[in-house]
T-cell receptor, first 114, second 112 residues
Framework: EAGVTQSPTHLIKTRGQQATLRCSPI?????VYWYQQALGLGLQFLLW???????NRGNFPPRFSGRQFPNYSSELNVNALELEDSALYLCASSDAGRRFAEAFFGQGTRLTVV | EDKVVQSPLSLVVHEGDTVTLNCSYEVTNFRSLLWYKQEKKAPTFLFML????IEKKSGRLSSILDKKELFSILNITATQTGDSAVYLCAAGRDGNTGKLIFGQGTTLQVKP
């Protein structure tokens, strides 16, 4: 069974540009979570999507947005990139029946803003 | 504000040693405590604890939760170089938030 897959693995953008990160959950999982892991910091919750709807978001500016598609894959968009957006962005998924149980993480997208 | 604090932040041991990693939490409507191992990028799930005093074991790893004192420990016995990683603990809240609150992690280095 394939795990959570994220693309691209690495992304380099210039300040002010937009970045789009993609995530495919484990087959059968309907919930997708996005986390930001900046250097030296713990994982910070960004967004939760379930059944195509945004269910919750963390303390991030509106420049961070996303969506979930009918096949439960998800996209994270970061607009007007700033240098401090450089981080590892991790996506995780869980199934509806175990929403509060363990979430399985992808390998992440390393975003570098120059 | 909800917070999860891990200690120590880093640890260096030799193969064969036993280590104990600590995680304390102050989380409103606490529901569960999860441990992950992060080697390169993807955190991999280790344990989820919801009940106080019940130890969970997987091979050389074990973990227990104390909901009265608001902490959890992760024990690794007979450490191996392959145990070198960042260990993350995270707290889940009751209610439909979908959010895990992570600690800053403990970096464990196991030397041969």
């Amino acid at each position: 069974e394939a795990g959570v897959t994220q693309s691209p693995t690495h992304l380099i953008k210039t300040r002010g540009q937009q970045a789009t990160l993609r995530c495919s959950p484990i087959s059968g999982h309907t919930s997708v979570y996005w986390y930001q892991q900046a250097l030296g910091l713990g994982l910070q919750f960004l967004l939760w999507y379930d059944e195509g709807e945004e269910r919750n978001r963390g303390n991030f500016p509106p420049r961070f947005s996303g969506r979930q598609f009918p096949n439960y894959s998800s996209e994270l968009n970061v607009n007007a990139l700033e240098l401090e957006d450089s981080a590892l962005y991790l996506c995780a998924s869980s199934d509806a029946g175990r929403r509060f149980a363990e979430a399985f993480f992808g390998q992440g997208t390393r975003l570098t803003v120059v | 504000e909800d917070k999860v604090v891990q200690s120590p932040l880093s640890l260096v041991v030799h193969e064969g040693d036993t280590v104990t990693l600590n995680c304390s939490y102050e989380v409103t409507n606490f529901r569960s405590l999860l441990w992950y191992k992060q080697e390169k990028k993807a955190p991999t799930f280790l344990f989820m604890l919801t009940s106080s005093g019940i130890e969970k074991k997987s091979g050389r790893l074990s973990s227990i939760l104390d909901k009265k004192e608001l902490f959890s420990i992760l024990n690794i016995t007979a450490t191996q170089t392959g145990d070198s990683a960042v260990y993350l603990c995270a707290a889940g809240r009751d209610g439909n938030t979908g959010k895990l609150i992570f600690g800053q992690g403990t970096t464990l280095q196991v030397k041969p």
